[in-house]
């Protein structure tokens, strides 16, 4: 009997005043029910919210779709377009609208699990993104081993 591979995601966006903002990102997440958002914490002082992300991760292949890569991509998508962030301010030492992502490796997964969806979702943002510019877009995509 397979065990059930889990990981999770932690996305820092530099916005936690832009209702609607949050609103459509939160929705663009919701795209992929596989990946839910688990907490939500929003800090009004740096003007920053953190969301956690988690699912489950396929047994074999690491060309299978996943939703936790495809939820924070959809995510990050949202926030450049609806963040301005040239009237953005906070207290943070904020890099870029999309400013940290994270993945874990939970139950019965690897931190190269982890490590390959990082990979996979930072060539993704290259790719799919490019014509951000480099104040909206200084994301960084990481592993974590806790």
């Known amino acids: 009997m397979s065990k059930l591979m889990l990981a999770c995601c932690k996305v820092y966006i530099s916005e936690s005043r832009n209702k609607v903002a949050l609103e459509s990102i939160e929705r663009a997440a919701k795209l992929f029910p596989e990946a839910p958002i688990v907490n939500k914490f ?6 920053r919210v953190g969301y956690t992300l988690v699912s489950s991760l396929a047994q074999k292949s ?40 994270c993945f ?5 997964s690897s931190l190269d699990q982890a490590a390959g969806i990082a990979k996979s979702l930072a060539v993704d943002v290259g790719s799919s993104l490019q014509g951000s510019s480099p104040l909206n877009l200084s994301v960084i995509c990481g592993i974590c081993c806790s």
């Open 42 to 47: 929003e800090d009004l002082t740096y003007n």
């Open 104 to 108: 874990h490796p939970l139950a019965h």
């Open 62 to 101: 690491s060309l299978d779709p996943c939703a936790l890569k495809g939820a924070v991509l959809s995510m990050v998508k949202a926030a450049l377009e609806t963040i301005d962030f040239g009237s953005h301010c906070g207290s943070h030492p904020r890099l870029g609208v999309v400013d940290h992502i």
